[in-house]
Each structure stands twice: as structure tokens, then as C-alpha cells.
């Protein structure tokens, strides 16, 4: 894979988050999400790549852009084919009241890597490399915990896990707490959660509970560049959604590790923050027309893990124009 694909990346996540960050504290998470998405889709014409949308914003009929089988790209035939992914916005409510976490995410792997999630709900535990290998999504929340203390040298009372605040996690809530280890309560955004493991300075030791499928191979994508693992089993809410799995040949018995949710060893990763976050600062618009935004790029070839923070001139931009 090219490698100043992931730095492209980075550009298509800035435009994302440039344009939806106009809407923080609005009020209209569809505005903002629509936002990301025009901006987004632009922003890919100008890559260098020869892809198809796997993980996107949904079917055809329901998604004019960035639709599930979407062709993407400016390169020739001969160039090496990719399965993109995306969420323009992941935490859109958390957008549209002003919160913090939410991002704009890619990531593409040669065709045939990423897997094509369902759109239903998945069950997911995540780790960073220093405890990759001793979770398991079967055991019980309280074994996870100690295994991940012990693998991270820390008393179970250090351990943070993030869950996203939703009643389906009450039951996981108290689990936890009775384990001893603490909560960080997210309102949106679970790739993001996902990924702060893989950083210690975000004060994130784990991710546990039921969000997104596509985005637990997301997700399950930027951990496989820094070496963390996901673990991820698909939770259908409805009759629909366990046909819809079935459809698409997932299997909702099995646990989908992270190199079955994203395989290979070629992958490349973008995110860049929309809303302040303690991994990536959000988009903040300045004087004279200009914004500054901090985007963390992946390439699991070389493992170089690159924080770009970028002043955009706004004026010579005209896709930005007030
Ligand atoms: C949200 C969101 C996540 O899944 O949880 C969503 O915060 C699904 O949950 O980031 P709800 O239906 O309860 O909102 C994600 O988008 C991705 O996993």
C-alpha cells in the first residue's frame, strides 16, 4: 500500500471534522453528520486510491454518499484495491450538545480485509498492546479486569474501563464497579474509547460494552496498527437484524477477534478530532479565518503511529468558504 496513503487519509478526516465541527453545540447532530459526510466525500476524490465502500453510511437507498459498495478513488486499474471504512462522524450527539470525544474516522485495508459488518449492535472488549492476549469477551467482567491489572502492573483500583452511557450497560456498570475498578462514562463515540487504550496518558486501560458493529471494525483496525486487541461478538436487537446478519453470512455464535474484524497485514488509519477529547483536541476556529485541527494517522507496515496537528488558512480553501 502507498505509503502516504494513511497521510491522505488524514486530510479526508480534517475535511470531516472541519465541516462538522461548524455544528458543536447546535443542536442538529443530522446537520452535523451530513456535514462530515459532504465533506468527506469530496475530500476522497482527490486520493490516490482504487476503492469500495464496505463499512459506510448505509445501503444505497438509504445513503446518497459513502453508501455500502460505494466506488471511491482516482486511481488507475492496475493500482492495488482497497476496502474503505468510515464514520464522517462518530458521536454525533455528542456534537450536537457540545460534548466531548466525538471524531471523524477512516480506514482502509486491501480488498477483502476489512470485514463487512452487519448494521447491528456488537458486543466488544478492548485492550492496548500491553494487554493484548489476556481478555477474553466469554470471561467474566471481574476476570478481565484482574487479568488487564496484572498484565498492566496496576492495582484493580487504577483500572479505568470506558462504557458508553446507555441502560443496556447497568447491568455491566455494576460489574464492574464491583470488581473495583473505575468507570468513564461516555456519552457517544465508542472508537474512539476503543482506541485510548492503546494510550496510556488518556488514563483508559479498557473498553467494554455493546456498541456499533462497523465501528468495532473500525476500531478493531486502528488497534491492529498499534498492536491492542478487540474482541467483538454481534448483538442483534431485532428479528430484522439477525436476519440482515444472516444475510450477510455473520455469524452471531462466533467472536470476532481483531484480525478476523480487520485481517492482513497492510492497514492504514485516520482520525481527527471534532470535539475536545484526551487523545485528540477538537477543531477550534481562530481569527482570520482559520481553524487548527490534531489528527492521529496509522500504517501498520512500518507501525509509525503520527499525531499531525494542522492551522488550515481557511480563505484558500474554497470548499470552506462562509
Ligand atoms: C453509539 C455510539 C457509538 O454506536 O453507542 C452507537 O456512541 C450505538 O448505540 O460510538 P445507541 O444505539 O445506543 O446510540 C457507536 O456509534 C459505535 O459503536
Redesign the pocket.
Known amino acids: 500500500m502507498d505509503r502516504n496513503l494513511p497521510v491522505n487519509l488524514g486530510r479526508v478526516t480534517e475535511a470531516a471534522a472541519l465541516a462538522s465541527a461548524k455544528f458543536l453545540g447546535r443542536g442538529d447532530k443530522n446537520k452535523a453528520d451530513q456535514a462530515a459526510v459532504d465533506a468527506m466525500r469530496r475530500m476522497f476524490d482527490t486520493v490516490d486510491i482504487d476503492g469500495t465502500v464496505v463499512i459506510g453510511e448505509g445501503e444505497l437507498d438509504e445513503a446518497p454518499m459513502l453508501y455500502i459498495g460505494e466506488e471511491i478513488g482516482t486511481a488507475g486499474p492496475d493500482d492495488l484495491k482497497v476496502d474503505i471504512a468510515v464514520?464522517p462522524l462518530?458521536?454525533?450527539?455528542?456534537v450536537a450538545n457540545g460534548l466531548p470525544n466525538a471524531i471523524s474516522v477512516v480506514a482502509v485495508a486491501p480488498r477483502g480485509c476489512l470485514l463487512h459488518a452487519p448494521d447491528t449492535?456488537?458486543k466488544?472488549i478492548a485492550v492496548g498492546p500491553r494487554a493484548r492476549g489476556v481478555i477474553d469477551i466469554h470471561s467474566p467482567v471481574k476476570t478481565n479486569i484482574i487479568n488487564v491489572a496484572k498484565a498492566l502492573k496496576k492495582d484493580v483500583s487504577d483500572v479505568t474501563v470506558v462504557v458508553?452511557d446507555?441502560p443496556?450497560h447497568v447491568e455491566l456498570v455494576r460489574e464492574i464497579r464491583e470488581a473495583g475498578a473505575r468507570i468513564k462514562m461516555?456519552?457517544?463515540?465508542?472508537?474512539?474509547?476503543a482506541i485510548s487504550t492503546c494510550f496510556e496518558y488518556t488514563g483508559v486501560d479498557m473498553l467494554m460494552g455493546?456498541?456499533?458493529?462497523?465501528?468495532?471494525v473500525i476500531?478493531a483496525a486502528a488497534l491492529k496498527c498499534i498492536g491492542g486487541e478487540l474482541q467483538g461478538q454481534l448483538m442483534p436487537a431485532t428479528e430484522e437484524q439477525r436476519r440482515r446478519c444472516i444475510e450477510m453470512g455473520s455469524d452471531i455464535d462466533r467472536v470476532y477477534h481483531t484480525d478476523d474484524l480487520a485481517k492482513g497485514e497492510q492497514m492504514a488509519f485516520a482520525a481527527t478530532g471534532v470535539s475536545y477529547g484526551e487523545l485528540l483536541q477538537g477543531v477550534k476556529y481562530m481569527e482570520n479565518n482559520t481553524a487548527t485541527t490534531h489528527t492521529l494517522v496509522l500504517r501498520m507496515e512500518t507501525g509509525t503511529i503520527r499525531f499531525i496537528e494542522s492551522i488550515h488558512q481557511l480563505d484558500k480553501k474554497p470548499e470552506y468558504a462562509k
Do not use: N, Q
Open positions: 464514520d462518530d458521536g454525533t450527539i455528542s449492535y456488537m466488544k458508553i446507555r443496556r461516555i456519552s457517544d463515540g465508542d472508537v474512539l474509547g455493546i456498541g456499533g458493529a462497523p465501528e468495532g476500531a
